[in-house]
């Protein structure tokens, strides 16, 4: 991914930046911000936050750098800068909503399996 060496009014990035965090905070559902990114990013970014995501979860399941590298297939240069930052409170946040999800998916699994066994 190349980044343009010009660079932006601050004033006008800081708006456009402010923008886009508000649009994307308003959308409310996962095809609306599916559609939005998909149009937004290259598909070269959007495997490359994809892969992070990866790499933070794996990290926090205490997967090594060699799992980590074998399977979702960066360096481990890659791997140590999301290392590095897996600390800060967004990625914190995204890896609490994961397990939250997963915690909720399990216990719907299970809640389903005891009222079959019971109804049947």
Same mark, same amino acid.
């Given at each position: 991914?190349q980044?343009?060496?010009?660079p932006?009014?601050? *004033?006008?990035e @800081?708006?456009?930046?402010?923008? $886009?965090?508000?649009?994307?905070?308003?959308i409310?559902?996962? +095809? %609306? &911000? @599916?559609?939005? &990114?998909?149009d937004? &990013?290259?598909? /070269?970014? #959007? @495997?490359?936050?994809?892969k992070? &995501?990866?790499?933070?979860?794996?990290? %926090? =399941? #205490?997967?090594?750098? +060699?799992?980590v =590298?074998n399977?979702? =297939?960066?360096?481990? !240069?890659?791997?140590? *800068?999301?290392? +590095?930052?897996? /600390?800060?409170? /967004?990625?914190? +946040?995204?890896?609490?909503?994961?397990?939250?999800?997963?915690? !909720?998916?399990?216990?719907?699994? @299970?809640? *389903?399996?005891?009222? =079959?066994?019971? $109804? /049947?």
């Open positions: 991914m980044v343009s060496q010009n932006i009014n601050k *004033t006008l @800081k708006q456009l930046d402010q923008v $886009f965090y508000q649009v994307l905070a308003e409310n559902s996962p +095809e %609306d &911000l @599916k559609m939005v &990114l998909g937004i &990013l290259t598909e /070269g970014e #959007r @495997k490359a936050i994809i992070r &995501l990866g790499i933070a979860l794996y990290l %926090d =399941k #205490r997967r090594n750098y +060699e799992d =590298k399977n979702i =297939k960066v360096s481990s !240069a890659t791997i140590a *800068t999301v290392a +590095e930052n897996l /600390g800060n409170s /967004g990625w914190q +946040e995204v890896i609490r909503r994961v397990k939250a999800e997963e915690w !909720a998916n399990d216990w719907t699994d @299970k809640i *389903t399996g005891r009222i =079959k066994r019971i $109804f /049947g």
